[in-house]
């Protein structure tokens, strides 16, 4: 990814904190949107100056198109598209609010599809594109409490299909990689840290992303990668 731009959403998150290191490594050029500083000085806090001057920071809410649509159009190209941007609750289905079920469709589906379809513009621009989305192993084996999430992320697994199989032919690919639990320090806080060494490291989600948008994986379309960790 040397010299490429990649547009990294969610790169100030748990994952990301294991993501954005690794994209830097590869010698890329990032965008991160955020919303919250706090969690930009986070991620700051782990990075050399030399790699955050490699970082440019903008405020965002990927839920709304008019902002997906200003923050693609500062960068001077999309090469890549990293979408890590996405959340979980919890709740047995027949409790669970309507309002909550439109929260997880619009983190985690409406976010993908925003990211991908603005950064798709630029990237049949230039013939070159790599998409990386997360879903989740709850996409593939709908786990029970989880009915809205699951969903989501069985969706943000279809629509990245359906960009891979509409892309074939260019040199853009598209691909989902599906976590399960991962070491974060939220989960930590939230599961304890009884289990946590059974969980998938970030950094080791970030090998399988990287390879994925990297320049090598140019025939690898329409993948959902499973990165489980030992659960
Ligand atoms: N953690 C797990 O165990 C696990 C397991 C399977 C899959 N995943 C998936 O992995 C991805 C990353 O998870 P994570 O644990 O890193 O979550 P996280 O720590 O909550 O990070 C998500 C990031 O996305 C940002 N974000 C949320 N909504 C946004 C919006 N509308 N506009 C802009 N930014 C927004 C959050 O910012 P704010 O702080 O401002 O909300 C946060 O920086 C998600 O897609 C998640 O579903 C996670």
């Given at each position: ?9 969610g ?15 590869q ?6 949107p ?22 440019q ?29 996405g ?5 047995k ?13 619009e ?6 599809f925003?990211t ?6 630029r ?8 998409i ?5 192993r ?31 032919g ?13 070491d ?7 599961m ?40």
């Amino acid at each position: 990814m040397k010299g490429k731009q990649v547009l990294l959403t969610g790169g100030t998150g748990g994952l990301g904190l294991g993501v954005t290191p690794a994209v830097l490594a590869q010698g890329a050029e990032l965008t991160i949107p955020y919303r919250n500083l706090k969690d930009v000085e986070r991620l700051k806090g782990i990075l050399s100056p030399a790699d955050i001057a490699r970082i440019q920071f903008i405020p965002a809410n990927l839920e709304e198109e008019s902002s997906v649509d200003k923050l693609i159009s500062r960068m001077t190209k999309v090469d890549v598209l990293i979408h890590l941007v996405g959340g979980f609750s919890m709740g047995k289905t027949h409790e669970y609010s309507f309002y909550n079920w439109k929260r997880e469709f619009e983190l985690n589906l409406n976010t993908t599809f925003l990211t991908c379809k603005y950064s798709l513009t630029r990237m049949l621009e230039n013939d070159y594109g790599r998409i990386v989305t997360i879903a989740s192993r709850s996409g593939l084996e709908p786990a029970r409490n989880l009915a809205a999430y699951s969903a989501a992320k069985a969706g943000v697994i279809a629509l990245t299909k359906a960009i891979a199989d509409e892309t074939k032919g260019t040199n853009i690919t598209a691909n989902t990689v599906l976590p399960s639990v991962i070491d974060t320090p939220a989960n930590r806080q939230a599961m304890g840290e009884e289990n946590a060494d059974k969980w998938v490291k970030p950094e080791s989600i970030a090998e399988v992303i990287c390879f994925l948008a990297s320049e090598a994986a140019k025939d690898v379309r329409g993948a959902a990668i499973p990165v489980y960790g030992n659960i």
